[in-house]
């Protein structure tokens, strides 16, 4: 039982480069999200799927994009780098309505 | 939306002590509330939660207290140990933004030996 599992787990990509970081989930949990985490700042969440086929903005959602894919997949796009986007991005799922959510492993970005 | 304020950012105490993280939160309408537990290079985990209905949970070393009408909620550990260093963070659910989790900024706990 694999959890939450984030790929890839690091990344460096130049200013202007586009990415998207996956995320499945074999909990078969209604509710998936994105954080970035930065030094004194929290968890800051980006966008949330409160169920299959739901998508919501977050604090922070500005330079990404999401795709539910499905119940078990939830990806986070960045159509083009910025240096302000380097972070450390945690996906978590959830039951139900943020109850007792799992987060991954992380990925660490570096955007330069 | 819901705002969550964590206080304080940095927490140092003595092995044996007890350790008090406190967290507002804004969105009258939420109703369940986890507190996590992150170490170095891993990833939050869940250590204990409660529900707008209850007052207080306990387990063993840990207890969250909720109060409603100030809109507060604390995480307590009792009897710490060097192994409880890391950083704990609070957040809040239910609120008028339906599943939406929202955390507060963090606190780094050091316990010393």
């Known amino acids: 039982n694999a959890g939450v599992t984030q790929t890839p787990k690091f990344q460096v990509l130049k200013t202007g480069q586009s990415m998207t970081l996956q995320c499945a989930q074999d909990m078969n949990h209604n509710s998936m999200y994105w954080y970035r985490q930065d030094p004194g700042m929290g968890l800051r969440l980006i966008y949330y799927?409160?169920?299959?086929?739901?998508?919501d903005k977050g604090e922070v959602p500005n330079g990404y994009n999401v795709s539910r894919l499905n119940k078990r997949e939830f990806s986070l796009r960045l159509e083009s780098a910025a240096p302000s986007q380097t972070s450390v991005y945690f996906c978590?799922?959830?039951?139900?309505?943020?109850?007792?959510?799992?987060f991954g492993q992380g990925t660490r970005l570096t955007v330069v | 939306g819901e705002n969550v304020e964590q206080h304080p950012s940095t927490l140092s105490v003595q092995e044996g002590d007890s350790a008090v993280i406190k967290c507002t939160y804004s969105?009258?309408?939420?109703?369940?509330f986890p507190w996590y537990k992150q170490e170095l290079g891993k990833g939050p985990q869940l250590i204990i939660d409660?529900?707008?209905?209850?007052g207080e949970k306990k387990d063993q070393r840990i207890a969250v207290t909720l109060n409603k009408t100030a809109k507060h909620f604390s995480l307590h550990i009792t009897e710490t140990q060097p192994e409880d260093s890391a950083v704990y963070f609070c957040a809040a659910a239910g609120g008028t933004s339906y599943g939406k989790l929202t955390f507060g900024q963090g606190t780094i706990l050091t316990v010393h030996p």
């Open positions: 978590a799922s959830s039951p139900i309505g943020g109850l007792r959510a799992f």
């Open positions: 969105d009258s309408a939420s109703n369940y």
């Open positions: 799927s409160a169920s299959e086929g739901t998508t």
């Open positions: 409660i529900r707008s209905n209850v």
